[in-house]
Each structure stands twice: as C-alpha cells, then as structure tokens.
C-alpha cells in the first residue's frame, strides 16, 4: 500500500472511494483542493500500469533496506548502491545529517569516493554536523 501525500492528483482508488461517499466531493476534478485535503494521508493499492506508483513502491522497498543497513554495527560487505543512495537522500530532506555519517563510515570508502552523489551528501553531512 501507498500513503497518498497530497503532492500530485488524487489518485483514482482514493477519487473512486471519496465520491461516492461524500457528496461535497462528487464531480470535483482530482486537483481540486477539497479533494487533495479530504484524500491525504489515505492508503491506496497502487496500480502496476502508473510508473509514478511504481518508483514509490521502489522507493520504500531500498528505504526499508537502508533501515536495515543503519542497524548493522560492522562495516558493510554486501548492500545496494541504490539503497544507500535512497537513504542518503531521505536523510538529507530530514536534515538527519549523523544518519549519512554513520552509514558511510559502514561501506568502502572507495564506494563513496566514486559515486558523486554519494561524496557530496557525505561531504555536506560532515560540514553541517560541524565535524572532521
């Protein structure tokens, strides 16, 4: 299931649902602004046919690994590039800089030196946390 945040139209599981049940909410188009309100935070299956509805299901599935990846108390052997880069990024929008630190310390540094992406966020967490 998906968390509708309100960002993007309503999707149709949750318009299907909210206009026929709610009268204020029938014929309203699926950005309109009752609507959005009414609909966040609702679940949702998400349709297999909308790519947007399948990268947020990518998406939770390398965030749960990354959570894994922060519990491990030795350096890291074997994880997915993408996964750190998913965990690095959510960290980085939570300002939750000591998160980046730690897990980079866990993987090679040779991994984080050569993805751009990664050595940035790191560099960033280090100069915000005010260390090293």
Request: charged share 35%; glycine share 4%.
């Amino acid at each position: 299931f998906l968390s509708y945040d309100g960002k993007e139209p309503v999707p149709e599981q949750i318009h299907a649902y909210l206009s026929p049940n709610w009268k204020e909410l029938r014929n309203l188009p699926k950005d309109d602004p009752t609507l959005v309100a009414k609909a966040r935070d609702r679940w949702y299956v998400p349709d297999p046919n909308k790519a947007g509805d399948l990268e947020k299901l990518r998406e939770k599935a390398l965030l749960k690994e990354f959570e894994e990846y922060k519990d491990v108390k030795k350096k890291l052997k074997v994880f997915r590039l993408e996964a750190v880069r998913a965990g690095f990024k959510k960290a980085w929008q939570e300002r939750d800089y000591a998160v980046i630190v730690t897990v980079a310390d866990k993987i090679p540094n040779n991994v984080l030196e050569e993805d751009p992406k990664l050595l940035m966020w790191y560099d960033q967490a280090v100069t915000r946390m005010g260390g090293e």
